[in-house]
Every structure is written in C-alpha cells, then in structure tokens.
C-alpha cells in the first residue's frame, strides 16, 4: 500500500472523527438492500435537511470511533454502514431516517449518537417521534397566547356587562 492510500485514510478517519464530535445528532444504519433509486431519494431528503450522510469503511469508522472516545459503536459497523451527521438539528435525523424507514423495510437503523451519548434503536425512535422545533415553537406560542386571549375575553365580557347594565 502506497502512502498517499495511508495518509487518505488517516485523513477520512480525522474527518469523520470529527464530524462525530461535531454533530449534535448522528444516526448509524444499514443501507443493504436498498436500491439505487431508494437511496437517492434518501440522501436528497437528508441533504435538504442540512444532514450529512456517508458511507465509510467500517474499519475507518471503529478507528474514529475510538478516536471521539465513542469505541461503544464498534459492535454496529458491520455490513453496509451509513451515518447521517446533523450539525444544527437534533431530530431531523432521526426523524427523517425513522420516517423513511417505515416505508423502505431495507433500511434500518442501528445505533447513534445523541449530544455526545450513544443512543439506541429505541432512542433514536423516541427523538424521531418528538415534534419538529418549528412543531414545539408553535405549542409554545400557543401556551403564551392562552392566557392573554383569556383575559382579552375577560375584559371584552366585562365591558359587555357594564355596556348592558349602561344601558
């Protein structure tokens, strides 16, 4: 093996160590049996959604692994291994790998990584099943409207009354 096929894949092991210390939600899982027009439409979902989504050789990814002090996801990089790294979004990964999942029996998901924390299958399900931050902003604004719509009617049923007995 020549050394520039050495130095690329230290190269490749760096990027993806960092990519799984960068990422604020990462999502591993097996691919096979996919076609090719399946997976397209997959990564175009997840590239719309900001994620990045790769195939590495497993070996590259234990080598990483234990490089970000994550050697607990040694025991899912076995067969064909892709991982969906989010910068930004927690759940869109999740989500969108649950989401598609539930449609395409190939894919299935193996493990992750949540905020720094190996999560499981069951976790992974858990966070795709939460509502979308723009979903929580909008049951937050909800929350904050209720009780200024209550005393808005409080206040409007008052001034009936007294508008009522006025007259």
């Known amino acids: 093996m020549s050394t520039s096929a ?71 990089f076995v067969g ?9 979004d927690v759940v869109a990964p999740a989500k969108l790998l649950h989401n598609f999942a539930k449609d395409h029996d190939a894919l299935q998901i193996k493990s992750g990584v949540i905020e720094g924390a190996i999560a499981s299958v069951d976790d992974i399900k858990a966070l795709a099943e939460l509502p979308s931050r723009e979903g929580l902003l909008s049951m937050l604004l909800s929350v904050l409207q209720a009780p200024m719509r209550n005393f808005a009617l409080a206040v409007k049923a008052v001034a009936d009354q007294k508008e009522e007995q006025g007259a």
Do not use: H
Request: net charge neutral; charged share 35%.
């Open 6 to 76: 050495i130095e690329r894949k230290k190269e490749i092991v760096q990027e993806i160590t960092e990519k799984l210390k960068n990422s604020v939600s990462t999502v591993i899982v097996d691919y096979r049996g996919l076609n090719v027009q399946e997976v397209t439409e997959l990564r175009k979902q997840l590239r719309e959604a900001g994620i990045d989504f790769k195939v590495y050789k497993n070996t590259l990814l234990r080598r990483a692994a234990a490089e970000a002090d994550l050697e607990g996801l040694n025991e899912y």
């Open 80 to 88: 064909p291994t892709a991982i969906a790294f989010s910068k930004e």
